[in-house]
């Protein structure tokens, strides 16, 4: 295979450690591809006795390969795959005849190894670990992971409960003065994410956040500050000090104050700078530009600028300090309440999220003997994307410390720092790389997705933007340019590929002017958005060879596709304005991750229509209902029904008892639409839960008639894929009611940066693919256009920081004493300082953006802009490096006038649609105990789930109804509840809660208080005998209270099955009774299809056979445990007996069929 030589060094570099910056295009993926395989291969030659001097070679199980995101990591295991199946399929080729029987085995081995190889990211890796190591991590095996939004979720019921208790809205009322609630939420969200992603374990919030602690931190900072400042101007001023005239007595008393000076002088900083304020003149003279020059530049230049300087670096007066001590102590106490509340909650779901999966497995890592044993294990560890590493990530990698690391990334692509990730790790590395013996530093900067063009308008730009001084004096969240090489560099890739269109900004006219213009100038004036769909519909109709397709090694230019565009935004604020742009013009486009999603129209009228069916008889969401494109009435439509209603008729009683038939002032149109409302109260009021969420919705989405009203409209794909995937989200919810649905809903929207447009196969679809540039990183495009290089950087407004070094600074206003209606801004000693710092990494990072931007393209780069210059925006930086650089102008070509384009008409035959095919029958649901039923007794089935009649009202009862209700000397207790604490006490257990906290958890569901500790003292009995369980040595817990919902023949059936054990790869499930019974064996028969029913989910869901299966009746301790010998014949029966209800519920409701 062909590789250049900075592609080489990385894949055959035998040093431990081995950093490579990878530019963008550069071919790392191969790079890391080609890596693993030639680990591997190093490993077969030491097989083969060939390499007896090198301990390099290593086995699939031996590497970990850590990536930023799972697709990425399929991607790689899919790549590296690939290279071995084609390296074990041509063995004979590659290897001596001798050899290549323990080749193809060798390969075959690590083929297989694959499935299971350690190629994943570093959440996933720590998830392993915490598995692996459970028992010395002290937490359950069988923990949870929360993903982002159900973290959030959580977080948001929290604070609920948070600011709506008495007890500490009383403590907390002195910070309402100085911030309003959302602004603490936010900051306690940020400033606890932003903890946990650095520190690897607080044990007390409040002794880490100890308000003394960090004031006389933050003194202390202030007080290092000025002496830095005061050595700096010191030793810059020195050589003009040196050219005073010391007979003037002005300039003596400045060269009289510098004699004195000396390293001591800087102890006490308040004191020299007021020394140095009395030597130094009070003002200055513009005479002395020419009269005495030294003495005009040591003022202007150097004292000047210290004097504004030092303004930020005094400290709050005593008063001031008490005052920040109370605000620190109270945000920490509220830090701290809902640290322990969020731990509580995870806790009793045994569940973790991102960053507890990092500290856990960090903490797990400080103990020697995993330490060792993970470097005994994993003796390579390859790191993708290092960039975009945390602190927590780094000490991972410290603390197992590999034999060998092989670590990429580019500093210049680092665009997660809201993440937590910390570009200066991956620029202390390089510089470790570059000075240890051991330690090997590589440039691979030869692009090989780019034109020529677009590179060399990219290293002109970019060496202004970012600097390309490689000193390591600046800041440490600063990267420096070096210049990429592109092979693709033949006269077609050289010519210009690069345009910028520049949009005069909107005219600013007054209110008079503009009721005078009217709608004119609008139609004149173009939006930045308007223009930029011209032009692309101006390069789809012009049809220039713009794009390249590589055939073999030949590159064949054609014209673009609207699958070529891609058009790239910085955030989602504008994105109304830029979809409204390509629907006027009938451009087809998708937009993905994170952009909106809740906001669009065709999920808001999903969500107005679940509305009305929760709340049927409110007015607002009948009216919202009738809006929609379902009914389409108009503003005229609710006028006229407004006149008809009578004072005592309500709206929904109107459509619902028909009065709108016969009233004339309702025209046929309005008329139709109200009968056709009045058909939806008959078909959907009221709603009844459904076993199968996602089929209601489905349902509804289609027989409501939105779904084809969906299609109907352009872009008709993307719109039903939306609706769909909101389908998907709401099934996730495990919620009883609709309201509860729609809160939650609610609640997800808020978090709607999180929730990405739902994905159309880009192979199918013909159209403008439309992102963040975040979502960009790692792929590329023929054409991609960058609007809105004006926008000028978003202010960071937070007003209560971390900083890892003095730990919290705040910002407050106080109100002033002698005039309350204004405000003084006081804040802690290290806060400006801190401000500014973020601010500057803010620009740094926006840099870094603008490059990853401007690198995706790789035929044609289209930049637009309003002409508008906003300090620090893309538009500001690109015409800074214009200026600084004349080179740069020669690779750009300025569009300023794009011609108006008509609606663009796809040429070409007519689309088919598919014909109608007939729909197969939604799949009926029972519950286990719904098919038990009918087992035991189907006329009482019939009776029940037919008929509907309550249990109350049948003459018979089952066998096993012992189990409801049971005497306890004076009073009933109900059985099932003593079932439910029993099942949650047992399951609190397993995952690792002592017994007090078990108990108390499952008995906080009593309301029972007269009988609650009779309710205790069998909890405590049956506890007793569940703990007997333990003794019988039946292996470790696997899952407790697994629910399931599983298509078994041709049905769903749902239920859970209360424990499921693993034992030497053998499963055993098991089924807890809390039956009073003298004869088991009757009860065994009676659960035995139960039992098979588990089975049987338990072996379609796990892909697992099941080796035991079980009923443990609690009462009778060890010997209560009574395992089912398999039988074909019941397991037949059982599902024979699906197969027949199946039948019965689809076909016949006759009380015959029953008996």
């Excluded at 100085?178 to 602004?183: A, H, N, P, S």
């Excluded at 029904?641 to 709108?660: K, P, Q």
């Excluded at 859970?1056 to 065994?1084: C, F, M, R, S």
């Excluded at 079980?1110 to 209560?1120: D, I, N, T, Y």
Aim: hydrophobic residues 35%; charged residues 30%.
């Amino acid at each position: 295979m062909n590789f250049n030589k900075e592609q080489e060094a990385a894949i055959y570099s035998e040093k431990p450690l081995v950093v490579i910056s990878a530019g963008a295009g550069s071919g790392k993926t191969r790079v890391l591809t080609e890596r693993y395989v030639y680990l591997c291969e190093k490993k077969l030659q030491q097989y083969l006795q060939k390499e007896a001097t090198t301990t390099i070679g290593a086995a699939v199980e031996e590497i970990v390969a850590i990536t930023f995101t799972e697709k990425a990591a399929r991607e790689m295991k899919d790549r590296i795959r690939g290279r071995v199946e084609e390296i074990r399929n041509n063995v004979e080729t590659l290897y001596a005849k001798k050899d290549q029987e323990i080749a193809v085995k060798f390969w075959q081995e690590q083929k297989e190894a694959l499935d299971s190889a350690l190629i994943t990211t570093f959440h996933s890796f720590c998830h392993k670990l915490l598995h692996e190591y459970a028992f010395e991590a002290d937490i359950p095996p069988s923990f949870q992971v929360l993903d982002d939004v159900q973290a959030k979720l959580m977080q948001i019921d929290i604070f609920e409960g948070m600011f709506d208790s008495p007890e500490y809205h009383r403590e907390w009322h002195p910070l309402y003065r100085y911030y309003t609630r959302d602004q603490l939420k936010e900051s306690i969200k940020t400033v606890y994410g932003q903890m946990k992603e650095i520190i690897t374990s607080v044990s007390s919030v409040e002794q880490f956040f100890d308000c003394e602690t960090i004031i006389e931190m933050q003194l202390k900072a202030i007080e290092q500050s000025q002496k830095e400042v005061l050595y700096q101007f010191y030793q810059s001023a020195r050589p003009y000090v040196m050219e005073l005239d010391d007979s003037q007595k002005a300039q003596k008393k400045i060269v009289d104050h510098f004699s004195f000076i000396s390293d001591n002088s800087f102890e006490n900083p308040t004191s020299l700078y007021e020394e140095l304020k009395e030597s130094m003149p009070k003002r200055i003279s513009n005479s002395w530009q020419e009269s005495n020059p030294p003495l005009y530049e040591l003022y202007e230049q150097l004292f000047k600028p210290l004097k504004e300087t030092w303004k930020t670096l005094t400290g709050p007066s005593p008063e001031e300090i008490e005052e920040l001590k109370q605000i620190i102590k109270l945000f920490v106490h509220m830090l701290a309440v809902f640290h322990e509340k969020y731990d509580q909650v995870k806790r009793e779901r045994a569940a973790m999220d991102f960053s507890d999966l990092q500290q856990r497995a960090i903490s797990l890592l400080e103990r020697p003997e995993v330490q060792n044993d993970c470097r005994k294990k994993y003796r390579h560890m390859m790191v993708d994307e290092f960039q975009d590493t945390n602190q927590l990530q780094m000490n991972m990698l410290t603390y197992i410390k590999p034999q060998y690391q092989f670590v990429v990334g580019d500093g210049k692509q680092s665009i997660y720092r809201f993440r937590g990730a910390d570009v200066s790790l991956m620029k202390e590395l390089v510089e470790r790389s570059k000075q240890e013996l051991t330690g090997e530093f590589i440039n691979m900067s030869t692009n090989y997705r780019t034109c020529d063009s677009i590179i060399q308008f990219v290293n002109f730009a970019f060496n202004e933007i970012m600097g390309s001084d490689e000193s390591s004096s600046g800041p440490s969240y600063k990267i420096s340019y070096s210049n990429i090489n592109s092979h693709r560099n033949g006269p077609n890739e050289q010519q210009c590929r690069v345009e910028m269109i520049t949009v005069p900004p909107e005219p600013e006219v007054d209110e008079e002017q503009e009721q005078e213009q009217g709608q004119q100038q609008e139609q004149e004036h173009q939006s930045e958005y308007e223009v930029i769909v011209n032009r692309m519909i101006g390069l789809m109709k012009e049809q220039q060879p713009i794009v390249s397709d590589k055939h073999s090694d030949e590159e064949i230019w054609r014209a673009p596709t609207w699958s070529d565009f891609a058009i790239l935004i910085q955030t989602r604020s504008k994105l109304t304005k830029l979809e409204k742009a390509l629907k006027d013009k009938a451009v087809p486009y998708v937009v993905y991750g994170g952009i909106g999603f809740y906001e669009k129209q065709e999920v808001r009228d999903m969500l107005n229509l679940l509305k009305w069916v929760n709340r049927p008889w409110e007015s607002l969401y009948i009216l919202s209902l009738l809006r929609s494109p379902l009914f389409g009435v108009s503003i005229e439509g609710f006028l006229a029904i407004d006149d008809c209603l009578d004072e005592e008729v309500s709206l929904a009683s109107y459509i619902y008892e028909g009065v709108f038939v016969n009233d004339e002032n309702i025209d046929d149109e309005l008329r139709g639409a109200l009968t056709k409302l009045k058909q939806f109260y008959d078909r959907w009021v009221p709603y009844v839960p459904q076993a199968s969420k996602s089929e209601y919705l489905q349902h509804l989405f289609e027989q409501s008639g939105l779904k084809k009203q969906l299609l109907l409209q352009r872009n008709n794909l993307q719109q039903v894929k939306n609706v769909e995937k909101l389908i998907e989200v709401l099934a996730q919810f495990q919620t009883a009611s609709l309201d509860e649905l729609l809160e939650q809903v609610k609640q997800l929207a808020a978090l709607s940066d999180k929730e990405g447009e739902a994905e159309v196969e880009l192979a199918e679809g013909n159209m403008v693919h439309i992102m963040t540039v975040h979502a960009s990183k790692g792929l590329e495009f023929p054409i991609v256009f960058l609007p809105d290089l004006a926008k000028a950087q978003k202010g960071d407004s937070g007003s209560i920081r971390f900083d890892k070094d003095v730990r919290l600074a705040v910002q407050y206003n106080k109100e002033k004493e002698n005039d309350p209606l204004k405000t003084d801004k006081k804040s802690s000693p290290s806060f400006e300082r801190i401000k500014q710092v973020a601010k500057d990494q803010a620009v740094e990072e926006a840099k870094r953006l603008f490059y990853v931007a401007t690198t995706r393209a790789k035929d044609y780069l289209v930049l637009s802009t309003v002409d508008k210059r906003s300090k620090n925006s893309w538009y500001d930086m690109l015409l800074t490096a214009s200026e600084q650089s004349g080179q740069l102008n020669h690779y750009i070509n300025e569009n300023c006038s794009i011609p108006e384009q008509n609606e663009w008409i796809e040429e070409g035959e007519l689309y088919s649609p598919p014909t109608i095919v007939e729909h197969n029958n939604i799949p009926v649901t029972f519950s286990v105990s719904e098919i038990m039923a009918y087992m035991n007794d189907p006329l009482k089935y019939y009776y029940k789930y037919i008929v509907k009649v309550e249990d109350g009202w049948l003459e018979d009862q089952e066998e096993n109804d012992e189990k409801d209700r049971f005497e306890n000397s004076e009073h009933l207790l109900s059985g099932a509840t003593v079932g439910t604490i029993v099942h949650r006490a047992c399951e609190l257990l397993d995952n690792g809660f002592p017994l007090d906290e078990a108990k108390e958890e499952a008995l906080a569901i009593i309301d029972d208080e007269l009988n609650k500790h009779k309710y205790e003292r069998e909890l405590d009995h049956l506890v007793e005998k569940y703990e007997q369980l333990t003794q019988l040595n039946i292996g470790k817990t696997v899952a407790n209270e697994w629910a399931f919902s599983v298509e078994i023949e041709g049905a769903i059936v749902i239920g859970e099955i209360d424990k499921i054990v693993e034992k030497d790869g053998q499963y055993h499930l098991i089924d807890l009774k809390t039956n009073k019974a003298v004869n088991y064996d009757q009860l065994v028969t009676y659960y035995t299809p139960q039992l098979y029913l588990y089975k049987l989910a338990f072996e379609k869901v796990y892909g697992e056979k099941a080796s035991e299966m079980s009923l443990f009746f609690m009462r009778a301790g060890k010997e209560g445990l009574k395992t089912i010998t398999f039988d074909d014949a019941v397991e037949t029966q059982v599902r024979e007996t699906i197969k027949k209800l199946t039948f019965l519920r689809r076909n016949s409701v006759s009380k015959s069929d029953f008996q």
